[in-house]
């Protein structure tokens, strides 16, 4: 396993949430890292990015001043802090990587990992 998400769990709107990726070297050595999210019903979603220095970062406007991804390469981790979260939250989370932040966006990704699962009840 590459990548592994973790950290989902149940949580009241307006409540914060925080996930884990765990990487391997390989991938925390050269690759942006980011999540995606699925929704029940829906197709895969960029959330968050972050470069392989951490000094950019890239977000999706719905999550835009609620959600900081950041990462700690050194630790082979990245993690995405959740806050205000609102029931449209409610996805299965991926942890993915990437060679630019321009393929992450778009869908174009190296690596996923295993999701892990948020429930934002209303």
């Known amino acids: 396993v590459q990548l592994q998400a973790s950290g989902g769990g149940l949580v009241q709107a307006g409540g914060s949430l925080s996930l884990s990726c765990a990487g391997t070297?390989?991938?925390?050595?050269?690759?942006?890292v980011g999540w995606f999210r699925q929704a029940p019903g829906k197709e895969r979603k960029f959330v968050a990015g972050?470069?392989?220095?951490?000094?950019?970062?890239a977000y999706d406007d719905s999550v835009k001043g609620r959600f900081t991804i950041s990462r700690d390469n050194a630790e082979n981790t990245a993690y995405l802090h959740m806050h205000s979260l609102k029931p449209e939250d409610t996805a299965v989370y991926y942890c993915?990587?990437?060679?630019?932040?321009?393929?992450?966006?778009?869908?174009?990704?190296?690596?996923w990992g295993k999701g892990t699962l948020v429930t934002v009840s209303s």
């Open positions: 972050i470069s392989l220095g951490g000094d950019t970062t």
């Open positions: 993915v990587a990437g060679t630019t932040m321009w393929q992450l966006r778009v869908g174009r990704i190296r690596y």
């Open positions: 070297e390989l991938i925390f050595g050269g690759d942006i």
